[in-house]
């Protein structure tokens, strides 16, 4: 059956349909990033400095894309990572973004911002699935988090580190866009004129907030505060301790970019990390997430996994990860495109398009399993 997205043949293509349907405010809500955005830029730009060394006549008549992770069996090395208000993009989007996950065998990453409870996307059955938390200044918020999370069948936990302050995200602030949304005439006016939005959306717009931020059994008001606000910039190692001895199962931390903080991690019970610049969405000028994942690697010594998410828009970007210590990466933009594209079957396609581009690259670079590669598949391409 048809669905209108068999045209889309790349991410690129995702993100220039996402462009067409979205309001301005909502597709820069995921397009944006911090002030001058070269950290976003950098993000991508950096796979144009890494080139394959192919070995075709090693011959690959048949391709074994999946890995395991924390003693789950991934068909493929990319999941779902942690997006704010995935329900803004399409009705009930962080089930619909759960359940296409699911079926592409991919792991899936709840943010804490979701417009779905935990307990809601929990409900799909998508594993593993992990949940994102954060240190909070009332800390008995974070342990309802964590409980709450383990209480509907989590599979892991990933502490953000990287936005206890939030970034200085120009394009929302001139689009007078705020988190959650508050719905203004101008962002009124700016969503009217993407008619088939409007319309998808008339029912979830009205009461869209964060539906996991719950106190004393009632939602929390938004309209006299800011979630930042709730975040602890004094977040500490000690809160990485309180919450590793709270959390049974696999514990990550993302928002690595040091290799100090990496080389820690383990010590602290830590299971995993994510290298990550969240986006580019936080400290413009950090480090690439590739351009950081090396030293990581190196730091950790093989002790836990390390994974890694910003600017990844093709199957390539991927095996250029997994080439230099990576064990999956993560998408957050690419599923967001699809989402707004459509729905379900918007991140379906997404998945597929990095599921068939890893597998032709697989074959072409001459490798059967993803745990063949390494950095002698890779060379350094020098810069102007």
């Given amino acids: 059956m048809a669905t209108g997205l068999e045209g889309l043949l790349s991410v690129a293509d995702m993100r220039r349909a996402a462009r067409r349907k979205l309001p301005r405010p909502v ?44 003693g789950h069996r991934l068909k493929t090395p990319v999941l779902v990572g942690p ?35 935990m307990e809601d996307v929990a409900g799909t059955g998508v594993s593993p ?11 008995d918020f974070t342990r309802q988090f964590v409980d709450r999370a383990a209480a509907c069948g989590y599979e892991g ?18 689009n007078g866009f705020t988190i959650p949304p508050r719905l203004g005439p101008v962002q009124v006016g700016a969503m009217a004129i993407k008619p088939g939005w409007l319309w998808r959306m008339r029912k979830a717009l009205p009461g869209l907030s964060f539906a996991n931020y719950v106190k004393d059994g009632k939602p929390i008001d938004f309209r ?14 000690a809160d990485v301790d309180l919450i590793r001895a709270r959390w049974k199962g696999p514990f990550l931390l993302k928002g690595i ?25 936080q400290l413009d000028g950090a480090a690439s997430a590739m351009d950081a994942l090396p030293a990581v690697v190196e730091a950790v010594g093989g002790r836990i996994p390390v994974l890694v998410d910003g600017g990844f828009r093709r199957g390539t970007d991927v095996l250029k990860a997994l080439c230099l210590g990576a064990t999956a990466t993560l998408i957050g933009r690419p599923q967001l495109w699809g989402l707004s594209v459509g729905g379900e079957a918007g991140v379906a396609h997404v998945l597929e398009i ?31």
Avoid at 32 to 54: C, K, S
């Fill in 157 to 174: 936990l990933v502490l953000t580190v990287d936005n206890q302050f939030g970034g200085n995200r120009e394009r929302d602030r001139r």
């Fill in 257 to 281: 970019l040091h290799p100090d903080e990496a080389r820690r991690a383990p010590d602290h019970g830590v299971d995993g990390i994510i290298v990550s610049n969240h986006g580019g969405r």
């Fill in 27 to 70: 597709f820069d809500l995921a397009d944006g990033a911090a002030e001058d955005e070269w950290t976003l830029r950098r993000n991508e730009a950096v796979f144009d400095t890494l080139a394959f060394l192919p070995k075709p006549l090693d011959g690959t008549p048949a391709r074994d894309l999946s890995v395991t992770l924390f």
């Fill in 129 to 139: 699935r992990f949940m994102q938390v954060f240190v909070y200044r009332d800390r």
């Fill in 354 to 384: 990095f599921r068939s581009e890893i597998d032709r690259a697989m074959g072409l670079l001459g490798v059967t399993s993803l745990a063949e590669l390494g950095p002698t598949y890779l060379q350094r391409v020098p810069q102007p």
């Fill in 224 to 237: 006299k505060s800011n979630v930042a606000a709730m975040f602890d910039p004094g977040m500490s190692w």
């Fill in 83 to 117: 997006t704010g208000m995935q329900g803004l993009f399409w009705p009930d989007g962080e089930r619909c973004a759960a359940r296409a996950a699911m079926a592409a065998g991919a792991g899936f990453v709840l943010s804490h911002a979701s417009i779905c409870t």
